[in-house]
T-cell receptor, first 114, second 117 residues
Framework: DAGVIQSPRHEVTEMGQEVTLRCKPISGHDYLFWYRQTMMRGLELLIYFNNNVPIDDSGMPEDRFSAKMPNASFSTLKIQPSEPRDSAVYFC????????????FGPGTRLTVL | AQSVTQLDSQVPVFEEAPVELRCNYSSSVSVYLFWYVQYPNQGLQLLLKYLSGSTLVKGINGFEAEFNKSQTSFHLRKPSVHISDTAEYFCAVSDKGTSGGYQKVTFGTGTKLQVIP
């Protein structure tokens, strides 16, 4: 099993640019989660999907952030326009419907906004 | 609302010595408890979890944790650590819920375990 796949692993961009982070969950998993990890705030849940439908986006910090899941094997997190305070590691995780308490994390995308 | 407190941000320990990483939680309902480990430049991996039953839970890599309801704690222990255990450890909690489906998982701020040769 390939596990959760995220791309890119590292992203450096300039303030004001659009950033798109990508995630491929584990096949057969019904839930997909996007997290942000920073030194100051720790690990924060941004949004999660169930069967490709966004269920709770209350953790999305601003309207500059958006997430989509067009099909069961792909999701994106977009930041437009990006700001230096968005610099963080962004994780995608997935879980099966019957054990949502156990999440499988991807390796993360380290985003640096200059 | 639930919360998790990991009092120690960093714990240095010599190789082959025992270690305990502390975790306290608060919740108004019954909970599930977890420990995740994050190795450098990797995502989090589940180390162990408590759902019900025996309060002593054994996980991977020789780690174990004990659920103490009266003290609202879920401390992680290992009798003898290795260099390869150097990582960041996160305690997490979720409500048991009654209707199935996803229950929000709240993560602690993490404890960095530094194993010294």
């Amino acid at each position: 099993d390939a596990g959760v796949i995220q791309s890119p692993r590292h992203e450096v961009t300039e303030m004001g640019q659009e950033v798109t982070l990508r995630c491929k969950p584990i096949s057969g998993h019904d839930y997909l989660f996007w997290y942000r990890q920073t030194m100051m705030r720790g690990l924060e849940l941004l949004i999660y999907f169930n069967n490709n439908v966004p269920i709770d986006d209350s953790g999305m910090p601003e309207d500059r952030f958006s997430a989509k899941m067009p099909n069961a094997s792909f999701s994106t997190l977009k930041i437009q326009p990006s700001e230096p305070r968005d610099s963080a590691v962004y994780f995608c995780a997935s879980s099966p419907w019957d054990t949502t308490d156990t999440q499988y994390f991807g390796p993360g995308t380290r985003l640096t906004v200059l | 609302a639930q919360s998790v407190t990991q009092l120690d941000s960093q714990v240095p320990v010599f190789e082959e010595a025992p270690v305990e990483l502390r975790c306290n939680y608060s919740s108004s309902v019954s909970v599930y408890l977890f420990w995740y480990v994050q190795y450098p430049n990797q995502g989090l991996q589940l180390l162990l979890k408590y759902l019900s039953g025996s309060t002593l839970v054994k996980g991977i890599n020789g780690f174990e944790a004990e659920f103490n309801k009266s003290q609202t704690s879920f401390h992680l222990r290992k009798p003898s650590v290795h260099i390869s255990d150097t990582a960041e450890y996160f305690c997490a909690v979720s409500d048991k819920g009654t209707s199935g489906g996803y229950q929000k998982v709240t993560f602690g701020t993490g404890t960095k375990l530094q194993v010294i040769p």
